[in-house]
């Protein structure tokens, strides 16, 4: 469970790869835009460490869409080793809630935020059944 900060009208997905198996997952994250400026989204992915790949949207045009994979990398100033392409990762345990944050594509430096507890009040009308609170943090990082 999560939310993400992007704008846009078509479907957005998030490529996700199984760092074990090296198992590639296109996950939705936006079905599409209805007007809110955060979407929640809910996956449910096996159990192990992923790295984010690249984030897919598309743009309206005046005739046509245009379509973007844009590859989602920590920024170079992270004390990354030099030379690599570092990704942001996360990990899934079998059986278990998590909570993956907000993620901020909002603008070319993508960010992750706790907002848990905002999160958690703000959906749990909706998914009374949810053991909201027994849910692990797994901020990509």
């Not at 379509?67 to 942001?88: K, Q, S």
Request: hydrophobic residues 40%; aromatic residues 12%; glycine residues 4%.
């Amino acid at each position: 469970m999560g939310s993400l900060l992007k704008q846009s009208v078509l479907p957005q997905y998030i490529l996700l790869k199984d760092l074990e198996t090296d198992e590639l997952l296109a996950c939705e994250v936006i079905q599409k835009y209805d007007g809110r400026r955060e979407n929640i989204f809910c996956l449910h992915v096996p159990p192990g460490t992923y790295a984010m790949v690249r984030y897919f949207y598309a743009k309206n045009g005046l005739i046509s869409n245009a379509v973007f994979w844009e590859p989602v990398i920590r920024p170079a100033d992270d004390g990354a080793e030099e030379g690599t392409v570092p990704a942001f990762t996360f990990t899934v345990r079998p059986e278990t809630l998590h909570y993956v944050g907000t993620w901020h594509f909002e603008t070319s430096q993508v960010r992750f935020t706790d907002n848990k507890f905002t999160f958690d009040e703000s959906i749990r009308k909706k998914y009374p059944k949810l053991d909201l609170e027994a849910a692990i943090r797994a901020i990509p990082r």
